[in-house]
């Protein structure tokens, strides 16, 4: 089981980024993928989730500003991130969850298997 999570990097506020994260060694069509953030002397935050049937779930912090999606086909998860702040500079995550259900929760103990992050740096 791999993650890989890609596409951070510099952004003004404001601006938008969209994170991947390509996923392989197990079925996505039957796993839950969730988003995760930690800032610097910062607990880990959970972001989004999105189950095997695509169900999503957003933490309130970015709830209307970020966006999960996937193609299957390209065992490929996205984080769209649009209207960025200062205070989303962050390392962000992926993580797995290999059990099937048909609903996802951004609790990271159900998440066995975890992607190294990617920079996400907000400023002008």
């Known amino acids: 089981v791999q993650l890989q999570a890609s596409g951070g990097g510099l952004v003004q506020p404001g601006g938008s980024l969209r994170l991947p994260c390509v996923a392989s060694?197990?079925?996505?069509?039957?796993?839950?993928i969730a988003w995760f953030r930690q800032a610097p002397g910062k607990e880990r935050e959970g972001l989004s989730c999105?189950?095997?049937?695509?169900?999503?779930t957003y933490g309130g912090s970015v709830k209307g500003r970020f966006t999960i999606s996937k193609d299957d086909a390209k065992n490929t998860i996205y984080l769209q991130m649009d209207g960025v702040e200062p205070e989303d500079t962050a390392v962000y995550y992926c993580?797995?969850?290999?059990?099937?259900?048909?609903?996802?929760?951004?609790?990271?103990?159900?998440?066995?298997?975890w992607g190294r992050g990617t920079l996400v740096t907000v400023s002008s």
């Open positions: 993580a797995a969850d290999l059990s099937y259900t048909l609903s996802c929760a951004i609790d990271p103990w159900n998440y066995a298997y």
């Open positions: 999105i189950g095997s049937r695509g169900d999503t």
């Open positions: 060694g197990f079925n996505l069509e039957r796993s839950s």
